[in-house]
C-alpha cells in the first residue's frame, strides 16, 4: 500500500528515546523546554511565548478559552477546517460562522473572510490549506484593522513562510501539530504559540491544572511547604512530556531535509501529471512564499473523482479528501452558501505525500491515476 502520509523516524529518535529512558525524567522537563526553545527559534519568536502541549486540538480549546468567548459570539473560520477548530469553538458556547475559500488554494482569500464580520464576529480562525500559506498577510491586516484578533490553526504549516514570516506568527494565537500524520511527527503532540505576555502566563497555568507554581524539586527550593497548591482557577492537565519533546527536538532537525523530498516530490508530480486530461493541479506556490508541502491535490470532474479513488485504492494506493466542509456535517449543519466550497470538496483528492516516497511510488501513482481517469472518461464521466 502507498500511504497517504508516512512519519519518517529511525535511529536518531531511538537513540535520543533511550536517553530519555536513562535520565528517569519523563515527564514536562528539561527537553520539553529544549523543544520549546529550539521551536520557537524555528519559528522566530521568543521562547517564552510557546508552549508544547500533548496535542495541536488541546492548543485550539486553550486559544479559544484564553479569548474568553462565549454565548452571543461569533468565529469566523472557514467550513474547509479540520473539525477540532469548530469544536473549540463550539465548546465555549460561541458560533462557528463559517466563510468560503479559492476553490483552486482551497485557503479563505481575506475578501471571504471580510464577506461574513459583523458586529458579533469576536475571533478568526484560520489554516494553510495543504501547507500553502495562503493570504495569511492580508487576513491578519484585516483582523487587527477590526480589532479582531486572529488564531492560525498552522497544523499543515509547520515550515511554511510568507515574505520570510512562519505563518502561525502573523495572528495573536497559533497551533502546530505533530500528530502521527504529520511532516514533524512527536507521536501526539502540538505547540502553542501566544503573542501577548498576559496571555501566554494564563495559557501556562491553564494547561496545568491551573496551578501558578512549578510543581516539584524547583519549587521546593523557595518554599517552605512546597506542597500547597497555588490554584486561582480551574485548568486541565495539556501539558507535553520529555519523551514525545525529545522526538519533536530531532524531527525539527531534520525537517529542512523533510521538506526538501516533499517539494521535490510535488515536482515530480507536478511534471508526470501535466499532460492528463481533465486532471488540473494543485496551483504554485506565489512568489516569497515557502510551503509546507503537506498535501498535493488534484481536482477532476465531480462526476469520476470518488471513483477514482476507489481505482487507485484497488492498485494499493491510499488517498483522500481534507477537510471535509464543516457546513455540511451534522454537528455544524449550516445553510450557508459557499459555492467556491461544494465545488473544491467535490472535485479534490488528495495524493500520497511523504519524505518515504520513492520515485517508483511517485511513477506508480502517476500511471495508476492516468489510467483511471482515462477509463472513467471514456466511459462517459468529465
Ligand atoms: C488543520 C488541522 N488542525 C488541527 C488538527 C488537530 O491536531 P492534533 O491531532 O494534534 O490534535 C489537525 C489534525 O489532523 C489538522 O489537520
Not at 86 to 91: L, P, T
Not at 279 to 288: D, H, I, M, N, T
Amino acid at each position: 500500500m502507498i500511504n497517504i502520509f508516512q512519519p519518517s523516524l529511525g535511529q536518531e529518535e531511538l537513540e535520543a528515546l533511550a536517553e530519555v529512558f536513562e535520565s528517569n525524567w519523563l515527564g514536562h522537563g528539561p527537553r520539553t523546554r529544549a523543544f520549546e526553545a529550539e521551536f520557537a527559534d524555528h519559528i522566530g519568536v521568543p521562547a517564552g511565548n510557546v508552549l508544547f502541549l500533548n496535542n495541536a486540538t488541546a492548543g485550539l480549546f486553550l486559544a479559544t478559552e484564553l479569548l474568553g468567548l462565549g454565548p452571543g459570539d461569533d468565529v469566523v473560520l472557514p467550513s474547509v477546517s479540520f473539525v477540532s477548530a469548530a469544536n473549540a469553538i463550539a465548546a465555549t458556547g460561541a458560533r462557528p460562522v463559517f466563510c468560503d475559500i479559492d476553490p483552486r488554494t482551497l485557503n479563505p482569500t481575506a475578501a471571504d473572510i471580510e464577506s461574513v464580520l459583523t458586529p458579533r464576529t469576536k475571533a478568526v480562525v484560520v489554516l494553510h490549506y495543504g501547507g500553502h500559506p495562503g493570504e495569511i498577510r492580508g487576513i491578519a491586516e484585516l483582523c487587527r484593522g477590526r480589532g479582531i484578533p486572529l488564531i492560525e490553526d498552522a497544523a499543515c504549516a509547520v515550515a511554511s513562510r510568507a515574505e520570510g514570516k512562519a505563518c502561525g506568527t502573523f495572528g495573536d494565537l497559533a497551533v502546530w501539530s505533530f500528530d502521527a500524520m504529520k511532516t514533524l511527527v512527536t507521536g501526539d503532540g502540538g505547540m502553542l504559540y501566544v503573542r501577548d505576555d498576559t496571555l501566554m502566563t494564563m495559557a501556562r497555568r491553564l494547561a496545568y491544572h491551573g496551578m501558578g507554581q512549578a510543581s516539584g524539586f524547583s519549587s521546593a527550593r523557595v518554599s517552605a511547604r512546597w506542597w500547597e497548591l497555588d490554584v486561582q482557577g480551574f485548568g486541565q492537565r495539556i501539558i507535553g512530556n520529555d519523551i514525545t519533546a525529545t522526538l519533536g527536538s530531532v524531527q525539527l532537525r531534520k525537517l529542512p531535509r523533510f521538506i526538501d523530498a516533499r517539494r521535490r516530490t510535488a515536482e515530480r508530480y507536478d511534471e508526470l501529471l501535466a499532460d492528463i486530461e481533465g486532471v488540473a493541479l494543485p496551483p504554485g506556490v506565489p512568489e516569497g512564499h515557502i510551503s509546507s508541502h503537506y498535501f498535493y491535490w488534484i481536482q477532476v470532474d465531480r462526476r469520476i473523482r470518488d471513483q477514482v479513488a476507489a481505482d487507485l485504492l484497488d492498485a494499493g494506493i491510499y488517498t483522500t479528501f481534507r477537510y471535509p466542509p464543516l457546513h455540511k456535517v451534522p454537528a455544524y449543519k449550516a445553510s450557508a452558501e459557499l459555492h467556491a466550497t461544494d465545488v473544491a470538496s467535490e472535485v479534490t483528492l488528495l495524493l500520497p505525500l511523504h519524505q518515504g516516497l520513492s520515485d517508483q511510488d511517485v511513477q506508480q501513482v502517476a500511471d495508476e491515476l492516468r489510467k483511471s481517469v482515462g477509463n472513467r472518461r471514456r466511459s462517459g464521466g468529465g
